[in-house]
T-cell receptor
């Protein structure tokens, strides 16, 4: 079935550094979603990408929909302590039912 | 404000006991989902429902049961057949837009 491979699994950075993470699949996706989950809470949608090559920003976050439609990237610039959390990529399953498949997540830890 | 409410936030289950996790939404969404989250494994789909009185198994349905008697409610029962139930459980729903809206989760621990 469709799977999303997300990397890295974890990151430990200093406050102010830029962050980059990516998500790849062996299958084509028509939509890519990026979620953030803070400790003890449910994930919250950050960015949605709908077209190959699309580059979308949300404040300090920038995400790109890969040209091959098999990958996506999320960058965070000038990280701050509140960026801590787990970032998930997700995409809709082809079979419908509006089901999403999720990557394993990237856990971001920031040292002040 | 519209959203999804999960309760309780923390739940403790004894061996051999069934427990039910509540999920209520006031978003008027048709489709609802239950996910299980374990460390390092992302989100795995347990059950989903696209419409009232109908639901389907996800990838890890064994040991779980659900009902969908009302559009707003999609409770999940963790049965004694689920041998490793300790996890963080997330409920989600989706309307006509893209992407899920998630609840804030229930952390279930076996004691």
């Amino acid at each position: 079935g469709q799977q999303l491979n997300q990397s890295p699994q974890s990151m430990f950075i200093q406050e102010g550094e830029d962050v980059s993470m990516n998500c790849t699949s062996s299958s084509i996706f028509n939509t890519w979603l990026w979620y953030k989950q803070e400790p003890g809470e449910g994930p919250v949608l950050l960015i949605a990408l709908y077209k190959a090559g699309e580059l979308t920003s949300n404040g300090r976050l920038t995400a790109q929909f890969g040209i091959t439609r098999k990958d996506s990237f999320l960058n965070i610039s000038a990280s701050i302590p509140s960026d801590v959390g787990i970032y998930f990529c997700a995409g809709p399953m082809i079979q419908g039912a509006q089901k999403l498949v999720f990557g394993q997540g990237t856990r971001l830890t920031i040292n002040p | 404000d519209g959203g999804i409410t999960q309760s309780p936030k923390y739940l403790f289950r004894k061996e051999g006991q069934n427990v039910t996790l509540s999920c209520e939404q006031n978003l008027n969404h048709d489709a609802m989902y239950w996910y299980r989250q374990d460390p390092g494994q992302g989100l795995r789909l347990i059950y989903y429902s696209q419409i009232v009185n109908d639901f389907q198994k996800g990838d890890i349905a064994e040991g779980y049961s659900v009902s969908r008697e009302k559009k707003e409610s999609f409770p999940l029962t963790v049965t004694s057949a689920q041998k490793n139930p300790t996890a963080f459980y997330l409920c989600a729903s989706i309307g006509t837009g893209i992407g899920y809206t998630f609840g804030s989760g229930t952390r279930l621990t076996v004691v």
